[in-house]
């Protein structure tokens, strides 16, 4: 690890002027000090945000605003969250350890790096995502984690977050400032698929720092869950996960679904033709299984992630099922 300038400011305006090139702010810094170890982020400058008045939860307009350094856990164990928004609860506590849940904060989690090993790992020269223009050695290498869908040839990584998936299906807004002033970006449009620039993972500007993250008024995400497929049972990384929740009539007709998936692509996928698929139909595992495969159709498998595939036309079917069991 090199040398770097560490500042601490006090007000969110002192932390943007603080802003300069090859400068990262830092709030937990549970994903920001391990590529930093590994010499895959450099900064010459590290602004430390967590004096600034951002970690409160409270509520807004319709719904909730969740400030940037609220901690991972204390968002998953809030009254409004847990009641309001489970699928996001359950996601959150399907994530890293507790003691990382701890130290993670909401804005950092939605800037997670992929954990692609030929990223994390500056000895594999191929990475177009560390070095644009080099390669992706994940092509031909072991790629049993990498993507399935929207992914390109110049990178078939995939995005980590548990939390971003949830904040996927719920239309989440991320509120932030810069050096030009204040917007929102809606969350479809935060994260980008890598196309010929894998080395952006997001759509903010340079100096930007997130000061919160909106919730929507929604009453039926009551009637959500959190499904996460992985290889053990904790301190795992979603090898397919599935946030899911649905707007029943009293018939049990489905009016509005809202799918979305984690470790499948280089950002939390919405599957928007799942969701048109199910509306106006009962949920019958066959009309499930109908819908996950009009989603999944355009999938590509490289040689060891092809069971993604199938794993995630299950999984679909099951967080769709169990959501639709719950109470709104």
């Not at 952006?200 to 100096?207: A, K």
């Not at 950002?267 to 019958?284: D, I, M, N, Q």
Request: aromatic share 6%; net charge positive; charged share 25%.
């Amino acid at each position: 690890m090199r040398p770097f300038v560490y500042t601490c400011p006090k007000t969110v305006d002192e932390a943007i002027h603080a802003y300069a090139p090859d400068t990262r702010f830092i709030g937990g810094g549970t994903n920001l000090l391990d590529l930093m170890k590994m010499g895959v982020e450099r900064p010459v400058r590290l602004v430390n945000i967590n004096r600034l008045p951002l970690a409160k939860i409270e509520e807004h307009e319709d719904g909730i605003r969740i400030g940037a350094l609220v901690s991972n856990t204390d968002a998953a164990n809030h009254p409004l969250v847990r009641t309001r928004y489970p699928v996001l609860s359950e996601a959150i506590l399907a994530g890293a350890s507790q003691q990382l849940r701890n130290m993670a904060t909401m804005g950092g989690n939605l800037l997670q790096r992929t954990r692609c090993y030929y990223f994390y790992d500056p000895s594999y020269k191929e990475c177009n995502k560390r070095a644009p223009g080099s390669g992706c050695a994940a092509k031909v290498g072991y790629n049993r984690i990498h993507a399935i869908l929207g992914a390109s040839e110049e990178c078939i990584a995939v995005h980590p977050s548990d939390m971003c998936v949830a904040l996927a299906a719920l239309d989440a807004v991320v509120q932030v400032t810069g050096p030009k002033g204040e917007r929102s970006i809606p969350f479809s449009g935060f994260h980008r698929v890598p196309g010929n620039t894998p080395q952006i993972d997001t759509n903010l500007h340079t100096g930007e720092l997130i000061t919160a993250i909106d919730l929507p008024g929604l009453p039926f995400a009551k009637r959500s869950t959190y499904l996460k497929v992985r290889d053990r049972n904790s301190y795992a990384f979603a090898l397919v996960s599935v946030a899911a929740i649905l707007d029943l009539d009293s018939a049990g007709t489905v009016r509005e679904a809202r799918i979305a998936l984690g470790g499948v692509a280089h950002k939390p996928w919405r599957a928007t033709k799942a969701e048109k698929a199910l509306v106006g139909k009962k949920l019958e595992e066959a009309t499930l299984r109908e819908a996950a495969a009009v989603e999944l159709a355009s999938a590509k498998a490289y040689q060891h992630n092809s069971f993604k595939i199938e794993l995630a036309r299950r999984s679909i079917v099951r967080a769709v099922m169990t959501a639709g069991e719950k109470n709104a």
